[in-house]
C-alpha cells in the first residue's frame, strides 16, 4: 500500500501493454489486483493505444534506450525519444537575460550573449569533480552535499548531472535525518519531474508527499499544505477516492 515491493504478480493482461517514456496510464497495485488507470484521453481501441512506463527513474534519452535495450529488447521510438524529450543537457543560465544555454552550443538563442571561458571553465570542474564523486561507493556525504550546492549556482536543475546529484542528495539526506538538505534536492529533483512525468503520475505524487511530509517536519505549514494538496488531487485521480492510500492521506487534513 505504501508502494514497497512484497512479492511478484504475473499479470498477462498489463504485461501486453507497451511502453512510453511519456505514458498515458499508470499502473496501480490494490492488494492482489491491479488497475490500469488512464493518465488523459486515450483513443479508440485503448488497450492498444495505452502506454505505460517500464521504469520509474528520470533519464535521458540514451540512457533510457540502453536500458530498455538491455532490460527489454527494443529500442524505444516513443515521442519523448525521437524528439529527444527532455534533453537533459548540460546547461547554464545566460548572464544577460537568464535564459538556459546549452553549452554544447553557448550562445544565448534570445540575447546572443555568449556564455564566458571562466563559466565554462567552472562548469567543468564541477562536473568532473561530481562524476568522480558519484562513481565511488563509498564517498563521504559531505562531498556529496557540497557538490550539489556547488551546482545549484552553477546550472540548471535540468542538467543531467544536476538531477543525479539531486537523487543522491535527497537519499543522503533522507538517512541522517537532514530535512533542510532533503528539501532542498526535493524541491530541485521536481523541476525535472514536471517536465519529465505527466502532470499526474503516481512518481510525481510520490515527490510531492514526501515533500510534503519533510516540509511539516520543520514546521513550514503553509509550503506543506500547498504541496501535500497538490499531492492529494493526484492520489485521487490515479488510485481513486476508495484506495486505502487515498483515505489514509485524507486522513491527514481531517
Not at 533510457?64 to 534533453?87: A, G, M, W
Not at 543531467?160 to 543522491?168: D, G, S, T
Not at 503516481?202 to 503553509?222: D, M, Q, R, V
Request: charged share 20%; glycine share 4%.
Amino acid at each position: 500500500d505504501f508502494q514497497e515491493s512484497i512479492g511478484t504478480g504475473l499479470f498477462l493482461a498489463l504485461s501486453s501493454i507497451d511502453h512510453s517514456c511519456r505514458p498515458n496510464a499508470n499502473v496501480v497495485f490494490k492488494g492482489r489486483s491491479v488497475e490500469v488507470r488512464a493518465l488523459e484521453s486515450i483513443p479508440a481501441q485503448a488497450l492498444e493505444n495505452t502506454r505505460i512506463t517500464y521504469f520509474s527513474s528520470l533519464y535521458n534519452t540514451t540512457e533510457r534506450r540502453k536500458i530498455l535495450k538491455e532490460q527489454f529488447y527494443f529500442t524505444c521510438n516513443c515521442r519523448f525519444c525521437v524528439d529527444d524529450c527532455p534533453s537533459l543537457a548540460p546547461t547554464l543560465s545566460c548572464s544577460g537575460c537568464c535564459a538556459l544555454v546549452v553549452i554544447s552550443d553557448p550562445t544565448c538563442q534570445q540575447c546572443h550573449v555568449s556564455l564566458s571561458e571562466s563559466r565554462l571553465k567552472d562548469y567543468f570542474s564541477w562536473s568532473d569533480r561530481t562524476e568522480t564523486l558519484l562513481s565511488q561507493e563509498n564517498c563521504p556525504t559531505s562531498d556529496i552535499l557540497s557538490a550539489f550546492k556547488s551546482g545549484l549556482s552553477l546550472c540548471s536543475e535540468t542538467d543531467n548531472l544536476m538531477i543525479k546529484i539531486a537523487e543522491e542528495t535527497q537519499k543522503r539526506s533522507l538517512a541522517t535525518g537532514d530535512m533542510d538538505q532533503y528539501v532542498m534536492a526535493t524541491q530541485t529533483l521536481l523541476v525535472a519531474h514536471r517536465l519529465f512525468y505527466p502532470p499526474n503520475s503516481i512518481i510525481l505524487w510520490n515527490s510531492l508527499a514526501l515533500l510534503s511530509k519533510a516540509l511539516f517536519s520543520l514546521e513550514k505549514i503553509e509550503e506543506g499544505r500547498k504541496v501535500f494538496g497538490e499531492a492529494l488531487n493526484i492520489l485521487k485521480l490515479t488510485y481513486g477516492e476508495e484506495h486505502f492510500l487515498h483515505k489514509y492521506m485524507l486522513s491527514y487534513v481531517l
